[in-house]
């Protein structure tokens, strides 16, 4: 009897899955008409620019990747935590500097939340902030160049998760701590963690100008883990909004003991009203040890310089600056509608999703209605600050994004999919199953106060079988939406590099416009520079052997060297003579272990050779420069240590 | 000798499945529509439906190849769940065996499996799960447990053993993105939060 009743499920669930299986067969066969629409919503023409550039973050790579949309095209990995061997950053003399940490030059990194420079609320796109979360950094990449051209270390911090988002003016990049650790840190028992480790939510300055970064000072908060963060916009600009979770502030095994409270908080902090602070006197300027990394873009040169103190508020200090909201089940991401009254936590224990309400927050501000204290920070009353619940729309929110016609998207880790759903009445409007898992996701302009509600990129974490499963290491899938309508329709799956954390997306022709297409050789400050075939030469310094070189099509000056000897550093500072748009140079030396370049026109960028064999050594130009690139080569002579070998060169004839 | 024929089933299943997928593949390379999107987010495809000989059997595989979990896995299908199970996770599931549903007022579980009672299904089967992966062992440091459908399950100690939600633990199986937990009892979830 058993059996059978066994053998008739058994049939009953094949005929339910060919059933189900037919059905989809049969939708197919009825949409023929519009067959090629989804291909031509993607379809870039070639020649033709893509409509939206997305930069997408390189999680592990350390470095952040540039895509077109909708085509999805890859179009440059721009270098920024991580040494890049394409570009020689961070292996040449002038980018090792840029690497440079309180703990010694570090090669890589694990980047994390690109945001792109704002102002008055739109994106402006002179450049884009990216964090570090390891070794807490902060990056700034120039639009104009795809360049990095500073790190800023940021002290006290640890796990630099809750970064790197900016006001609304760029007044502040904004970076907070994952990680609660002793400030200052110190030797002292693990255990000891509650009520003595703390989190620093870090304010660091952007002059307008040049974008230069400055910790303007750093709010010491209680110790939970400051998870992702969003600025206040439009009436709620001068407030951010950081997630925090481990509210318990546990220090182990936080998947039990960080969700043992029913709710943890997001933090609000009146920016503005510690800034008046700060500028009055407040706050205690403390030892610290921080590097900060600049590259000038006359001398293409980066220096690092050591920091040693910074200003630290403690929040008990400054009334009406911080409070903490209740936000259910250790939330993570932590986002701000484009008008700024809706601050969306995506607890992502919670199968619903928790709005809060910026006037809320005001109005119980305003008549003081605290539900007590976390030392000395007033808690709001959740009910007191909540707008609405999504309701069970989906398991494992991440993170939210919104259109321009008051819409939001949530995505869902667990359930795999987008969630479209209408702030206000916080009614499901639509879902979209995601190839697999995904993490963030992404609308062109999303965070600011004018997002370009067409398409939408969900980023997963799962790829599995969607290109050849070839593995065990697969690249991260992301698929392409259009959301231009009532409905989300896939459009596109284009894999990612790394693992994208998050990504910010915009007007491709802004970009266009501000973009720089060569270095002007005029302007070349670099100290070992040879702006011309005449000014290129070898000098000796003791043991070091500077030679100045200069490349033009097709050629090397010098392309003979004589007189180097075993023991010798010897410094290839190469000059890019060139002033035509894209036509770099690059320069390798047989044996060398340091730093291959590529040399931009109007650049000049070194590698360190230390000959280790006695001989004559080829170098030449890497890059397909020229119809005679093949010819541009030439010979360096190594001698023995006591040789009396002249130090001489030469181009285009014998040194004698 | 009663492996063997679960096994067997299970790759039945699991060729039919992936027979259909191929056929929407093919389709899918010939004629790139807009409403073969649509169907691309039919329920019967997603992470559940990946051929994979070679990693360790997910939660959702596990019940479906065990002969006492027949009810749970018709309910699962029915409340179109599967992907949600295949998932990184982690995932605890706690699998109600056919004897504990059938020990529910008779006709619970015909109701439950109508169309019409789809999110009901739903709300009971995502109380059975956690997101987290512990051992029946470890169960006994909590005191309650958040589950999927947004509410808790409390955890009560009773000579030495978990109980969850007065349901005990009869057996436990490791798999590859969490565990299964096989309980005796169906939980219902909590009318009043």
């Known amino acids: ?656 | 000798m009663k492996t063997t024929k679960t096994i067997i089933l299970v790759f039945t299943l699991m060729a039919f499945i992936w027979s259909c997928k191929n056929d929407n593949k093919e389709n899918a390379s010939t004629s790139p529509t807009a409403s073969e999107q649509e169907s691309v987010s039919n329920e019967k495809t997603g992470q559940a439906f990946i051929e994979d000989d070679e990693g360790k059997p997910t939660v959702l595989n596990i019940a479906i190849g065990s002969k006492d979990h027949t009810t749970l896995v018709a309910a699962v299908q029915a409340a179109s769940l599967e992907n949600a199970l295949v998932n990184a996770g982690p995932l605890m599931v706690f699998a109600p065996t056919n004897e504990a549903f059938a020990a529910l007022p008779e006709g619970t579980v015909d109701n439950l499996l109508k169309p019409e009672n789809k999110d009901a299904l739903a709300n009971i089967l995502k109380y059975h799960v956690t997101p987290g992966n512990y051992s029946k062992e470890f169960l006994t440091k909590f005191k309650k447990l958040g589950q999927a459908n947004n509410q808790y399950v409390m955890v009560e100690v009773v000579d030495g053993e978990p109980m969850i939600g007065g349901a005990k633990i009869l057996a436990s199986v490791k798999a590859g993105n969490g565990i299964v937990h096989v309980i005796d009892k169906v939980l219902l979830p909590p009318t009043e939060e």
């Open chain 1, 1 to 656: 009897m058993k059996n059978v009743i066994k053998s008739t499920l058994a049939i009953l669930t094949v005929f339910a899955v060919i059933t189900s299986c037919n059905n989809s067969k049969t939708s197919n066969n009825k949409s023929g008409a519009l067959a090629s629409n989804v291909a031509e919503k993607v379809y870039v023409a070639p020649g033709e620019h893509d409509e939206f550039y997305a930069f997408i973050s390189g999680g592990y790579s350390g470095n952040l990747t540039v895509y077109g949309l909708p085509s999805g095209r890859m179009f440059k990995e721009i270098p920024v935590f991580s040494q890049f061997p394409t570009s020689g950053y961070g292996y040449s003399e002038e980018t090792k500097p840029m690497l440079n940490t309180s703990h010694g030059f570090i090669p890589w990194g694990d980047s994390h939340h690109p945001d792109i420079s704002q102002t008055n609320g739109e994106i402006d796109g002179r450049f884009i902030f990216i964090n570090e979360n390891n070794t807490p950094r902060i990056a700034k990449i120039d639009l104009k160049t795809f360049e990095t051209t500073e790190i800023i270390e940021v002290p006290n911090s640890a796990g630099n998760h809750s970064s790197s988002f900016v006001t609304e003016n760029t007044e502040y990049v904004v970076a907070g701590t994952r990680f609660s650790v002793p400030i200052p840190q110190r030797d002292m028992p693990i255990k000891d963690y509650k009520g003595n480790f703390k989190g620093a939510l870090s304010f660091i300055s952007v002059e307008p100008e040049h974008g230069h970064m400055d910790i303007k000072f750093q709010v010491l908060m209680p110790g939970f883990n400051y998870d992702l963060a969003h600025p206040g916009r439009g009436a709620s600009h001068g407030w951010f909004f950081f997630s925090t979770y481990n509210s318990e502030e546990a220090s182990t095994l936080l998947e039990v003991n960080a969700s043992q409270n029913d709710k943890d908080f997001i933090a609000a902090v009146n920016w503005k009203k510690i800034e008046e602070y700060v500028n009055n006197g407040g706050g205690t300027m403390m030892p610290a040890d921080y590097a900060h990394n600049v590259y000038d873009e006359a001398t293409h040169s980066a220096t690092s310089t050591m920091i040693k103190e910074v200003l630290v508020v403690n929040p008990s200090e400054v009334p009406g600056a911080v409070y903490l909201l209740p936000t259910p089940k250790s939330p993570h991401g932590c986002d701000v509608d484009p008008s700024g009254e809706y601050i969306i936590g995506n607890g992502k224990l919670s199968a619903n999703l928790t709005v809060h309400s910026f006037t809320k927050m005001l109005d119980a501000i305003k008549n003081e209605k605290f539900d007590g204290d976390a030392y000395g920070i007033p808690i709001l009353k959740f009910e007191d600050v909540l707008a609405g619940s999504v309701e069970q729309p989906g398991l494992g929110p991440l993170h939210t994004e919104f259109d321009d016609k008051g819409n939001a998207y949530t995505t869902f880790f667990i359930s795999s999919e987008v969630v479209k759903w209408k702030l206000g009445t916080w009614e499901v409007l639509d879902r979209q199953p995601t190839y697999y898992s995904v993490g963030h996701l992404t609308i062109p302009g999303g965070n600011s106060r004018k997002p370009q509600g067409k398409y939408m990129f969900a980023m997963n974490k799962i790829t599995k079988d969607r290109y050849l499963p070839t593995g065990p290491e697969l690249e991260h899938s992301a698929q392409l939406y259009d959301i231009s309508g009532d409905k989300m329709e896939l459009l596109l799956d284009f894999p990612t590099h790394g693992e994208p954390h998050y990504a910010a997306a915009m007007r491709a022709d802004i970009i266009k416009e501000r973009s720089q297409k060569i270095y002007n050789l005029e302007d070349n400050k670099h100290p070992y520079a040879a702006k011309s075939d005449a000014e290129s030469r070898v000098v000796r310094k003791g043991n070091e052997v500077h030679i100045y070189m200069s490349t033009i099509r097709s050629h090397f000056s010098p392309d003979n060297i004589e007189g180097v000897k075993l023991g010798d550093k010897v410094f290839f500072h190469v000059t890019n003579l060139e002033q035509d748009f894209d036509v770099p140079h690059g320069f390798a030396v047989l044996g060398q272990n340091t730093s291959e370049l590529l040399i931009m026109p109007g650049q000049t960028k070194t590698s360190v050779w230390e000959p280790t064999k006695v001989g004559v050594w080829p170098f030449y130009c890497t890059d397909f420069c020229s119809a005679l690139h093949q010819e541009m080569q030439g010979y360096i002579r190594v001698s023995s240590a006591n040789s009396d070998t002249p130090l001489k060169w030469s181009l285009g004839e014998d040194i004698e």
